[in-house]
């Protein structure tokens, strides 16, 4: 059974924290999908991605491709992942279901501290998954570190 965790950005944008969390799950030998709401920025994250270091590459693809069900990160745009992820990212507001919480290993939602809709967004989310019995905890920048503010 997996659980759900909240990443509220306040100090490093999503073009930085990202990278981050993708090297810890493929570390652990996860597939992951990173899910948007918007084929665009989903495209100029997949470029963000790209301009990375090169010792930091992150294998990686952009949902439609002919190989996407062997990607081990791919972006998509709401659209159910080929890639069979261990893994869930979901990014600028993109909707995560109880049922892919308890399927995946982890699910993340990242989300932007100080745009107020994300915020309100990523608050009806939290309640909606931990309302349905999913284990959650939230995290916050602070002085420069992650910090655990809340489990359920």
């Known amino acids: 059974m997996g659980a759900a965790f ?3 950005l306040t100090q ?3 073009e ?3 990278p981050m969390l993708l090297e810890k799950s493929r570390a652990a030998g996860w ?3 990173v899910r948007g709401t918007d084929a665009e920025a989903m495209a100029r994250l ?4 790209w301009s990375g270091p090169p010792e930091s590459f992150l294998p990686h693809g952009l949902a439609g491709g002919d190989h996407d069900a062997d990607q081990p990160i791919l972006l998509t745009a709401g659209e159910a992942a080929a890639n069979a992820p261990d893994c869930v990212m979901s990014v600028h507001g993109a909707e995560v279901r109880a ?3 308890t399927a995946a290993e982890r699910v993340c939602v990242l989300f932007d501290g100080h745009d107020g809709d994300a915020l309100a967004r990523a608050r009806v989310q939290w309640k909606a998954l931990t309302d349905a019995g999913v284990s ?3 995290w ?4 420069g570190r992650w910090e655990k503010k809340a489990e359920k």
């Open 140 to 143: 916050a920048q602070d002085a």
């Open 6 to 8: 909240f990443y509220h």
């Open 46 to 49: 997949d470029q963000a991605l």
């Open 99 to 101: 049922e892919e919480v």
């Open 12 to 14: 490093t944008s999503l």
């Open 31 to 33: 597939v992951v999908e």
């Open 16 to 18: 930085q924290t990202l």
């Open 136 to 138: 959650a905890q939230y």
